[in-house]
């Protein structure tokens, strides 16, 4: 659990995925339209992928990927970050992370 925990904190916006997740690539898809680079981290090409499965389904995450953190917490899965989308509470909380245009 520290793993994904470390991992969750390195960067403004992490996502937990696997290579052939079509959810977390419509995510990163949806980050990138706001402005923000998602770090992600494929777990399944980590030698850890079970463990790290295992670790945010212990952190609350309701299927192991697509997990999205902000700011080092978790925000949810692919409904979650959606629904925030969608009522307008996502774009100020990613608005620190967002890549200046200048």
Do not use: W
């Not at 937990?16 to 990138?32: E, G, I, N, P």
């Not at 680079?37 to 670790?55: F, G, N, S």
């Not at 899965?77 to 996502?90: D, F, P, R």
């Amino acid at each position: 659990m520290d793993k994904v925990v470390r991992m969750s904190s390195e960067k403004g916006v992490v996502i937990f995925s696997k290579s052939s997740c079509c959810l977390s690539y419509a995510v990163q898809v949806l980050f990138q339209d706001l402005g923000v680079h998602p770090t992600v981290h494929e777990i399944d090409k980590d030698l850890d992928c079970r463990e790290i499965e295992k670790a945010l389904m212990r952190l609350g995450c309701s299927t192991p990927v697509p997990a999205i953190f902000v700011g080092g917490k978790l925000v949810g899965s692919t409904n979650e970050v959606m629904s925030m989308h969608l009522s307008g509470s996502l774009v100020p909380l990613v608005k620190p992370f967002q890549a200046s245009l200048c």
